[in-house]
Structures are given as structure tokens and as C-alpha cells.
């Protein structure tokens, strides 16, 4: 009997850290912007900030003369076929901040950069300069070039570079760009499940001990 509850112990112990295992695994989420599509030929204004699966990001405006973020409508000059809708910011010069709305830390694994196809004055390569805050505290600062040619995106993948973080900014140095696909981790909430098991494998090893103990009581 002993040996049953070693066994069953054991196995509950192993499933619940399975499960532990599956819950704490991260979780990938892509900020498309597709909710803001639109099939008009103008600049529509989205505004200061734009929230989404639990993450914000921000611009700032210069009004009047400069509205904050925007996207092209699909038949707009600088729409990029296929996109959806990609931001960009109507402010020359200003910068975004991406960080999660309820402060926690993240991951952001990639971004997609594409430049305005009316523009004489966009360049062929960009340079996006990034910095921000880790989560345990420290700053960091890096910059990454971008080749890109008209009516398409180049992803710039981030590898473990800005692993947990809590505030990322970035900014061009043209203001003739727009941006796509900001793919990001985030670490899963524990599912009860998870709680249960490991609950039971705790009352299982307590049932083990009082048996125990009952046990050399009455051979005593």
C-alpha cells in the first residue's frame, strides 16, 4: 500500500508540473492594426494612442499643424498592398512607446517597416533607433537599418535583444515610414488546473505521512 501511494504521489507530482510546464509558457501576440482598416484615400487620424491585446502604444501630436498616429486607407498613395493598415505618425521627428497596460514585463520579438512610396525625399534605408526599460531595471539602447523598397515591408527580428522589458520607444530618422506586425511574448497566466494538480499532490503526500504515523503508533 506503501508503495501504491509512492507511485500515485509521484505520478500526480509529474502532471502537475507538466502542466505547470504548459501554463507558464509564452504567449504570442501580434498587433496588425487590422482593426483600423480602411478602403478611403486619405490619412485617417487614429490618435494619441491606440490599445490592443492588452498592450498600448503612444505618440504625441503638435497641434494644430501636426496630428499624432495615422494609417493610409487601401487607396491612398503610401498604402501598402495587403497590409491592412500599418501606423505612422502625422508628427515629424516624434517617437512611439509601446508598453503592456497593466505594466507587466514582455518580449518584443519583431516589427515590420515599410517607408512612403510618394515621398522624393524617403530614403532607400532606414534607421530606427530603440530604448526603453527592463523590468528588473537598467536601460538599453540599440539601432538597426532597414532596407526597403517600394510597396513592401521589411521584418527587423529582435532574437533575445529586448527580453523583459516593460517600455519600449522608437523613432526614425526620416519621418517618411510606417510600421507593421509588432510580434510580442508574454508569460501565460497559471490555469487553475494547474493549482489543482499540484493541490492534490500536497494532500496526497499528507495522506502518505498520517498513514505513516498511525501506522508506528500502533506498533508501539
Known sequence: MIRFYRTFYVAVLLLGFAF?????????????????????????????????????ISNPDNLPTFQAMQIYGSNHPDYILGSGAALHSD??????T????????????????GKFKDSVLNPATLTVNFHGSFAGGGSFSDNYSVSVDDDEFQTIN???????INSITWGFDTPFYQFDNVTLE?????????????GVGL??????????KRFENAVA
Open 20 to 56: 505547470e510546464q504548459r501554463a507558464v509558457a509564452a504567449v504570442t501576440v501580434v498587433l496588425d492594426f487590422n482593426d483600423l482598416a480602411s478602403s478611403s484615400s486619405e490619412a485617417e487620424v487614429v490618435g494619441n494612442t491606440y490599445s490592443n491585446s492588452g498592450f498600448l
Open 91 to 96: 508628427n515629424p521627428g516624434s517617437d512611439f
Open 98 to 113: 509601446l508598453t503592456k497596460l497593466d505594466g507587466g514585463e514582455f518580449r518584443l520579438a519583431s516589427i515590420d517597416i
Open 158 to 164: 529582435f532574437g533575445t535583444d529586448f527580453v523583459g
Open 186 to 198: 508574454v508569460s501565460a497566466v497559471p490555469e487553475p488546473t494547474t493549482l489543482a494538480f499540484l
Open 203 to 212: 494532500g496526497v503526500a499528507g495522506v502518505r505521512r498520517v498513514r505513516r
